[in-house]
């Protein structure tokens, strides 16, 4: 089951260039943190999608077993709409969407929000624009 084409739009980097580094991300408040292993990053995802628009997401797209959830699973609240085939999480305290997940091709991924990222500056990456809107 395709969830949302958006997650389609990743493609991994070939076996030779797999630079990995792991990042620790989190809500603003600290009540939801992460930790993700994510490829050497060459671009961030935008979506036009009514959700993404809003929150203002730079996105990078990873296999689920690249996360891990490290604090708040009960602090966080679950949001879907339209086919209702992706988790919007957030953070019940101070509201911030760290990540949310579904699946592509019946594999689980994460789109992970990189303005959550210490110590990586999205805004410095190129950005390839997705037209969520229009599915």
Known sequence: MISHVAFL???AAPAWHRVRMTYQGSC?????RYE???PT????FACNCSICRRAG??????????????AGADAQSDY??????????????CGIHAYSAGEANGKRMVSINLRCLDGLDPT???????DGASL
Do not use: M, S
Request: glycine share 2%; charged share 20%; hydrophobic share 50%.
């Open 9 to 11: 739009q990743y493609l």
């Open 28 to 32: 603003h408040c600290g009540a939801v």
């Open 36 to 38: 993700v292993d994510l």
């Open 41 to 44: 990053l060459d671009k961030a």
């Open 57 to 70: 997401w730079l996105l990078a797209f990873v296999d689920e077993d690249q996360f891990h959830l490290l």
């Open 80 to 93: 879907q709409f339209a086919k209702k085939h992706i988790h919007h999480t957030f953070c019940r305290t």
């Open 124 to 130: 410095k990456l190129p950005v390839e624009w997705f």
